[in-house]
């Protein structure tokens, strides 16, 4: 394995530090109200939908939908080999919790709207980002798998997604972001 690239890491407060931290122990949290259940995502201080402060951050499976994505191929950053994908993941517990993230492990061209993933962790100094791979479970019947047939070709099915074989092995290249808007809506 080579060294990961080079990101522009989000910057840690005392709000967000459990969600970039998260990936210590392989879960994806949110700050999720106890008295409502709501998933609170950017974390804030005040459940939007009960308007209490009883917020906890909680795991979720770390299942996902790509609800978007683009393919990006222009060389933004050193360290960043294009192409990759930069992708808008609903995750299943609460689809109005998104991630803007990168689907890593399979190739840019079977990425589709609708592809079941799954969180895995890059880890880098102090945070542990959030990357989505092609959920093996999913590959051929979960939920996304046919809601959008037309969006893409053949949905995992048959492949091998954890085989990951990127033509430049350059692992998990990023979105290019500004500061901490990486998991936020
Ligand atoms: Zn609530």
Redesign the pocket.
């Known amino acids: 394995m080579s060294d990961p690239p080079v990101r522009v890491l989000p910057r840690l407060t005392d709000e967000n530090r459990f969600f970039w931290t998260s990936g210590e122990d392989g879960q994806l949290r949110f700050l999720t ?1 106890r ?4 998933r609170v995502h950017p974390p804030a201080p005040v ?1 939007p ?4 402060k ?1 917020l906890e951050p909680r795991p979720v499976s770390g299942r996902a939908t790509v609800a978007t994505f683009t393919v990006n191929v222009q060389a933004w950053l050193p360290g960043f080999d294009p192409p990759y994908v930069v992708a808008m993941v609903e995750i299943d517990e609460q689809p109005s919790v998104r991630l803007t993230t990168n689907i890593v492990g399979c190739a840019p061209t079977d990425v589709f709207i609708g592809m079941a993933v799954r969180a895995r962790f890059e880890h880098q100094e102090d945070v542990w980002l959030p990357l989505f791979e092609p959920d093996p479970e999913h590959s051929a019947s979960g939920p996304g798998a046919g809601r959008d047939p037309a969006a893409g070709p053949d949905p995992a099915a048959g492949r091998d997604p954890g085989a990951g074989h990127k033509p430049g092995d350059g692992p998990d290249p990023a979105a290019e972001r500004s500061g901490t808007e990486a998991g936020s809506a």
């Open positions: 109200c008295t409502c259940g709501y459940c939908y009960c308007l209490t009883t």
